[in-house]
């Protein structure tokens, strides 16, 4: 199908977002790289009266290293964040992920911004947002403010974000190299939303600081599997013990696919993830 | 709403000034308005690839960009590749000879899919090359002519490469 009509506005500024949106307010919807809603307005699940492009606004496109942070532009293709020497270094995990994102095609134009807007809960920009406790700034009319990631998924296809709000970057922590990582998914095919995604940080000294275990693709939001993280947090390492987080990191699955037809199979299929995305991020501590 | 948009194009190195109402998307605005019915639509949704092409140097799908977005881009369609049949890209010979096509419905989006992919990554693994395609669906041939195909064409660019005949 044809998507229904709308009005088009292409400004070059946050602020002339801001004051489009304050202006056309819960009618008006926008438009990033275009990959969920334009499938949906072209399926009329969506109408918009006004699109809002957001492809002429220079200034949330970029990737920056500031302090201890990795700052990345809501418009920032996914190609982009995927071959990033600065979020290779600075965030392997995110980088991981985003290489993971749909198609090439996909990622030539989908963005950073609005992957976590559309906030499907199987992708793999909100289950990583979520385990690194990224922050999510956004600007609206009264200034700027910034939601810690686990705060910003309200549900399915659903954020904190008012109608009035645009997410302008997302803040990682960029720890560098130090900590092993490992984004794993399971997918019927190259390029699918994931079934379940597993992203697992696992600090290198042995310690618990930025040890963190997420997971997508389960429940109407990513989460992170604090029983599995419970389990590490001492600083011991061995395979019983990874066994039995991944064990835990299955248990939790189940209790949060409640309602999943295939809840007992997802469960499993978190444990092995989670199996194999800790012997990897093992592997990169280097130990 | 019903407001036309006046939209200049650079397709396939011709300049093409078109008007469209915002909601025309810019597969359509290829078929219908420049004629260039080389494009497919096949699912409208962005997951079949029919409709890619390549935007400023990288393979997009058109069924989800609005033509009115596409102002001043450098537009190239499956019509860029050929002036005729015995003038063929090196991927599109490559799939005639490894009989990368049955219908042919796909085989527009998988050529620039695969143009694209090999000059990012001109000697490929096999799993790199069935990445590349992931999101382009055929339904006649179950891919293996069409993994074929891109290898082929692959060897075939290196050989020019390296002033052979492959």
Same mark, same amino acid.
């Given at each position: 199908m044809k998507p229904p009509p709308f009005e088009y506005f292409s400004p070059t500024s946050v602020d002339e977002c801001v004051s489009l949106l304050a202006e056309h307010g819960e009618d008006a919807k926008l438009l990033a790289g275009g990959q969920s809603l334009v499938p949906l307005m072209n399926l009329r699940l969506a109408a918009p009266e006004v699109l809002i492009d957001l492809?002429?606004?220079?200034?949330?496109?970029r990737i920056d290293r500031s302090g201890g942070q990795l700052v990345i532009g809501a418009m920032t293709r996914h190609r982009e964040v995927a071959s990033s020497e600065l979020v290779r270094e600075a965030c392997p995990l995110l980088a991981e992920a985003a290489a &993971?994102?749909?198609y090439p095609a996909i990622r030539n134009r989908g963005t950073m911004g609005g992957s976590l807007s559309h906030a499907d809960p199987a992708a793999e920009l909100p289950c990583v947002t979520t385990t690194l406790d990224a922050e999510i700034v956004v600007a609206g009319p009264g200034g700027r403010r910034s939601i810690p990631a686990p705060d910003f998924f309200a549900g399915h296809f659903t954020t904190? &974000?008012?109608?009035s709000e645009l997410l302008i970057e997302v803040r990682f922590p960029a720890h560098g190299a130090g900590p092993g990582w490992s984004f794993h998914e399971f997918s019927r095919k190259s390029g699918d939303f994931a079934l379940v995604a597993v992203a697992v940080q696992l600090p290198g000294d042995g310690g618990s600081t930025g040890l963190a275990i997420g997971v997508g693709g389960v429940g109407d939001r990513p989460w992170r599997a604090d029983a599995a993280e419970g389990l590490l947090a001492d600083g011991r390492r061995n395979d019983e013990l990874f066994q039995q987080a991944a064990e835990a990191v299955g248990a939790q699955a189940r209790e949060h696919g409640e309602g999943h037809s295939d809840n007992d199979y997802r469960g499993h299929v978190a444990a092995t993830l989670a199996r194999r995305a800790f012997a990897t991020a093992l592997e990169r501590t280097g130990r | 709403m019903n407001q036309h948009h006046e939209v200049t194009l650079n397709v396939n190195g011709r300049e093409h000034t078109v008007s469209v109402p915002p909601r025309k998307l810019l597969v359509d605005c290829l078929r219908e308005d420049l004629r260039l019915t080389g494009t497919h639509v096949g699912c409208e949704q962005g997951v079949c690839g029919a409709c890619t092409i390549i935007m400023n140097g990288q393979n997009v799908r058109s069924c989800l960009m609005f033509a009115v977005q596409a102002d001043g881009a450098n537009i190239e369609t499956i019509e860029s590749l050929a002036s005729g049949p015995d003038d063929l890209h090196v991927v599109q010979q490559a799939f005639v000879d490894c009989h990368g096509l049955q219908c042919g419905f796909c085989t527009p989006g998988m050529v620039l899919a695969a143009k694209s992919f090999l000059e990012q990554n001109p000697s490929p693994t096999d799993d790199e090359i069935r990445e590349a395609i992931a999101g382009n669906i055929c339904r006649c041939t179950g891919y293996t002519f069409i993994v074929d195909a891109i290898r082929t064409a692959a060897e075939r660019m290196a050989g020019e490469e390296a002033g052979q005949h492959v």
């Open positions: 492809n002429g606004v220079a200034e949330l496109a &993971l994102i749909g904190v &974000l008012e109608p | -």
